[in-house]
């Protein structure tokens, strides 16, 4: 198959146009700078402009789309530019173009107000009550990714859960870095269980998505390692694999909560491009429990993770050079 990637820049969409590579498929990506994934062929340009979507979509069978504006801070009509917009201009171009079949990389966020999440399914896009920008304009992308599911053009939205891996920039630096300062607090002592999802396996899973389109096609569906550990435990992997003292002291989560919403308010208000050291998104991460039930995904895609936590960790230790745990 002719395979478009948006968003191979990143982690996870590196990993998916690399796997559809070793896979035999033709790969093109498109995101705003080179994606390097050798044997693709890159279209560079952005998700906002007609002319370059038009470009990369053309004679592609299947789009695989991750492009997004991912940040826990930011101008409201930057997200919705990006996310809402750029969705709905990719879904038009691909329609126009012939596509096929479509999978809509999503979010467990746009379904998620903040409470604890504990073996539960795909629940349906809000956003209204997602939490941030980026939750609130990933959920309205997923609807109407979902809206143009058609006989002719399929479409399923695969949401993978907390990606991380060697090279992650968006989790795995930001701990270690936070670690090695003496900034980053155990919520609540680090005792919510959480699960995450293993950068290869959220690949894969996508993937499946595209070639299981006749099961999935018109649903969502959370993908994660299906491993639910502690926060607390989680970080100190991460800190054991980076070769940093991991986290020792607490912060009640409600507190963190509540700085969250005020730092989050005076960095948008302020204008800053960094990111601020804590939101309400990310302490409700880091203090409420969200794991998943996977036997549904599992079935349907029929999927499992090839890698799991542990293993995973150790690859991490790896890529730092680290003896890790």
């Known amino acids: ?187 609540d002592g680090g005792a919510a269980l959480i699960d995450t999802t293993y950068v290869d396996n959220a690949a894969s899973a996508i993937i499946a998505a595209l070639h299981r389109m006749e099961h999935v096609h018109g649903r969502a569906l959370v993908v994660s390692n299906g491993e639910p550990r502690p926060v607390g435990e989680l970080l100190a992997g991460i800190c054991a694999a980076g070769g940093v003292p991991a986290p020792s002291w607490s912060v009640p989560g409600r507190l963190a909560r509540a700085a969250g919403s005020v730092v989050e308010k005076v960095w948008t208000r302020s204008g800053r491009a960094d990111e601020p050291p804590m939101t309400r998104f990310l302490a409700e991460q880091l203090s409420t429990a969200h794991w998943f039930d996977q036997r549904e995904t599992r079935q349907l895609l029929d999927w499992a993770p090839a890698v799991s936590l542990d293993e995973g960790l150790a690859r991490l230790a790896g890529h730092y050079g680290s003896p890790g745990l």
């Open 1 to 187: 198959m002719r395979v478009l990637v948006t968003g191979a820049s990143g982690l996870l969409g590196g990993e998916v146009a690399r796997q559809l590579v070793r896979d035999g498929h033709t790969v093109t990506t498109f995101q705003r700078r080179p994606a390097g994934v050798d044997g693709a062929a890159d279209v560079c340009g952005s998700i906002t402009d007609d002319g370059a979507v038009r470009r990369a979509v053309a004679g592609a069978g299947g789009v695989i789309h991750l492009a997004a504006k991912v940040s826990f801070a930011g101008r409201a009509a930057d997200f919705d530019a990006v996310n809402v917009e750029g969705t709905r201009r990719l879904l038009r171009a691909a329609r126009e173009a012939g596509v096929r079949d479509m999978v809509f990389v999503s979010s467990p966020s746009v379904a998620n107000s903040g409470a604890a999440i504990a073996g539960l399914g795909a629940e349906p896009a809000d956003p209204a009550r997602a939490h941030g920008d980026y939750s609130r304009t990933k959920a309205s992308a997923e609807l109407l990714a979902l809206a143009a599911d058609s006989p002719d053009f399929r479409v399923a939205a695969v949401r993978p859960h907390i990606v991380w891996g060697p090279g992650d920039t968006q989790l795995v630096e930001r701990v270690l870095d936070r670690a090695r300062r003496g900034r980053l607090p155990l919520l």
